[in-house]
T-cell receptor
Framework: GAVVSQHPSWVICKSGTSVKIECRSLDFQATTMFWYRQFPKQSLMLMATSNEGSKATYEQGVEKDKFLINHASLTLSTLTVTSAHPEDSSFYIC????????????FGSGTRLTVV | DAKTTQPNSMESNEEEPVHLPCNHSTISGTDYIHWYRQLPSQGPEYVIHGLTSNVNNRMASLAIAEDRKSSTLILHRATLRDAAVYYCILRFGNEKLTFGTGTRLTIIP
């Protein structure tokens, strides 16, 4: 089945620095990818929809200048958390859909970001 | 977006069937019913989806009410590895998935 690879699986960074998270679709092309954030003991919250070759669509309340999304190819989307602060510490998850499969969306394994 | 309502938590004994309910009284005719589950510290995993008819796959079965206002995910023989948060989600076309709070399933050995 479809596989989405997310890297890194965890990262610790200093406050004020930027962190890039990669999301790759393996063996299939994804014109659309989705980025979620999940705080402890809470559900997934959709942050943005990443569209290949065009600007991402952000959900209400998500700062587009802080969470930069780039979807430069059909198999790679990146999320950059700029000027990270401790409140940005969270579990970030991406997903994509292989349109050749009848099943649902495939999710990455997530990236746990800790800002100190 | 049409909403879903699930119990916050459920418990089941190992090797017994589990029935996870979901209410979606405002579902529209074109909404698909999707189920995903999330194990601790992992991304969600697709379980099953359906539109009107009951569906079976290697992981589970999905029973959809005739009026489509509710559905039930059935795990035929629960194992400890089935302990997870199960999300019932309505999806129209290729739109984004909006997650609710889900049901935390605990399996008792």
């Amino acid at each position: 089945g479809a596989v989405v690879s997310q890297h890194p699986s965890w990262v610790i960074c200093k406050s004020g620095t930027s962190v890039k998270i990669e999301c790759r679709s393996l063996d299939f092309q994804a014109t659309t990818m989705f980025w979620y954030r999940q705080f402890p003991k809470q559900s997934l919250m959709l942050m943005a929809t990443s569209n290949e070759g065009s600007k991402a669509t952000y959900e209400q309340g998500v700062e587009k200048d802080k969470f930069l999304i780039n979807h430069a190819s059909l198999t790679l989307s990146t999320l950059t958390v700029t000027s990270a602060h401790p409140e940005d510490s969270s579990f970030y998850i991406c997903s994509a859909r292989d349109r050749t499969e009848k099943d649902g969306y495939t999710f990455g394994s997530g990236t746990r970001l800790t800002v100190v | 977006d049409a909403k879903t309502t699930q119990p916050n938590s459920m418990e089941s004994n190992e090797e017994e069937p589990v029935h996870l309910p979901c209410n979606h009284s405002t579902i529209s005719g074109t909404d698909y019913i999707h189920w995903y589950r999330q194990l601790p510290s992992q991304g969600p995993e697709y379980v099953i989806h359906g539109l009107t008819s009951n569906v079976n796959n290697r992981m589970a079965s999905l029973a959809i009410a005739e009026d489509r206002k509710s559905s039930t995910l059935i795990l035929h023989r629960a194992t400890l590895r089935d302990a997870a948060v199960y999300y019932c989600i309505l999806r129209f076309g290729n739109e984004k998935l909006t997650f609710g709070t889900g049901t935390r399933l605990t399996i008792i050995p």
